[in-house]
T-cell receptor, first 112, second 113 residues
Framework: DQQVKQNSPSLSVQEGRISILNCDYTNSMFDYFLWYKKYPAEGPTFLISISSIKDKNEDGRFTVFLNKSAKHLSLHIVPSQPGDSAVYFC???????????FGPGTRLSVLP | DSGVTQTPKHLITATGQRVTLRCSPRSGDLSVYWYQQSLDQGLQFLIQYYNGEERAKGNILERFSAQQFPDLHSELNLSSLELGDSALYFCASNDGGGKETQYFGPGTRLLVL
């Protein structure tokens, strides 16, 4: 059973527009969430995180929103740039950080 | 460059064989994580070590084992290999082993023929 789901395997967005990547989780013990970006032939790189005590965290063009009651989070990228084209993984962990669960990823293509 | 190194980059072997993947964490990081990414799958957490001791176990098969040495590098041993073990294996590290950011290596691509 997938505890972290990213139901959109791929997403295409025009350069300059907003990209919205979604993630759902099922385990109510998760209280810390992260987004990683992965380019081909490289390991994932950390993008942004959010604790369950917050509902929003912003870092430059990247904003993560958390809706605990819906067990849903989303990553907004504004404005999208061609260099943002990558696979984005949502990840979740519990309070102890000992059980990281990653979603299957969403491939974002930003078209010039 | 994350500072995490993994060797080898690529590995081709046959079913039934045994291989060892190596990971050197970022300088100062005490915790090492191993992940498996099969084709079109997300990253599956395998195991975590902190300062030489096993801290958490995920979906790691009994045919797989790992250890972290006194110099903090880690090895993942895969034995009795099957075709389905073909995957990308990532190592990640962080300093505290908790919720802080994990820094990933470039991965080892294993192909079992």
């Amino acid at each position: 059973d997938q505890q972290v789901k990213q139901n959109s395997p791929s997403l295409s967005v025009q350069e300059g527009r907003i990209s919205i990547l979604n993630c759902d989780y099922t385990n109510s013990m998760f209280d810390y969430f992260l987004w990683y970006k992965k380019y081909p032939a490289e390991g994932p790189t950390f993008l942004i995180s959010i604790s369950s005590i917050k509902d929003k965290n912003e870092d430059g063009r990247f904003t993560v929103f958390l809706n605990k009651s819906a067990k849903h989070l989303s990553l907004h990228i504004v404005p999208s740039q061609p260099g943002d084209s990558a696979v984005y993984f949502c990840a979740a962990t519990d309070n102890y950080g000992q059980n990281f669960v990653f979603g299957p990823g969403t491939r974002l293509s930003v078209l010039p | 460059d994350s500072g995490v190194t993994q060797t080898p980059k690529h590995l081709i072997t046959a079913t039934g064989q045994r291989v060892t993947l190596r990971c050197s964490p970022r300088s100062g990081d005490l915790s090492v994580y191993w992940y498996q990414q099969s084709l079109d799958q997300g990253l599956q957490f395998l195991i975590q070590y902190y300062n030489g001791e096993e801290r958490a176990k995920g979906n790691i098969l009994e045919r797989f084992s790992a250890q972290q040495f006194p110099d903090l590098h880690s090895e993942l041993n895969l034995s009795s290999l099957e075709l389905g073990d073909s995957a990308l294996y990532f190592c990640a590290s962080n300093d505290g082993g908790g919720k802080e950011t994990q820094y990933f290596g470039p991965g080892t691509r294993l192909l079992v023929l």
